[in-house]
């Protein structure tokens, strides 16, 4: 059962890059090329190993004055000993379409769906372990905040969990 993701879930230091600003500051970026050179190591080329569809491209308003752009897409690999291709693997990435920056100039990102394409696959990866031992190591998520406490752009204190919750259900 793991045989996939053990060997999908390591990434080299030189595909890793920190996040020094924003809400993900202290978290760590892993660059996109490297998923789908990844994903080629494994599965062979996009398209005969591995291939993704795009089944939905919307924008939706942030704010008053920002829009996002949205990709969802169902990615599909084939299990290089079987030959089998997978159920659809669905992912959902986004970007920033429109921004009124602080100067008050509107800010128009024409790659903006792009981004968003390449982050869908990147989520639709981490199901299948693309890249796991990042996410596993950061091992946080916006749920173990103490209650009340506000996202400042500063990265959140690690809370301890326990064995219990290290487990996985059963």
């Known amino acids: 059962n ?3 993701y053990e060997r999908l879930r390591c990434v080299p230091s030189e595909a890793k890059k920190p996040i020094e ?3 993900l500051k202290g978290s760590t970026n892993i660059n996109t090329m490297w998923r789908l ?3 080629t ?5 996009c398209g005969f190993g591995w291939r993704y569809e795009i089944v939905n491209k919307y924008t939706q308003a ?3 004055t920002d829009v996002s752009a949205f990709v969802d897409v169902n990615l599909y690999v084939k299990d290089p000993e079987s030959g ?3 159920a659809a693997i669905p992912g959902t990435g986004g970007n920033v379409y ?3 920056e602080r100067s008050g100039k509107l800010f128009v990102n024409d790659e903006a769906f792009k981004m968003a394409l390449s982050d869908a696959i990147s989520v639709a990866g981490k199901a299948i372990g693309l890249g796991a031992d990042v996410y596993f190591e950061e091992d946080r998520s916006k749920y173990d905040l103490p209650q009340g406490t506000a996202t400042t752009g500063t990265a959140p204190q690690r809370r301890q969990r326990t064995p219990a919750e290290r487990r ?3």
Request: cysteine-free; aromatic content about 8%.
């Open 2 to 4: 793991m045989r996939l």
């Open 21 to 23: 600003d924003g809400r």
């Open 37 to 39: 050179k990844h994903l």
């Open 41 to 45: 190591e494994v599965f062979g080329p």
């Open 62 to 64: 942030a704010s008053d």
């Open 84 to 86: 089998e291709w997978s």
């Open 98 to 100: 429109t921004r009124v």
């Open 168 to 170: 996985p259900p059963t």
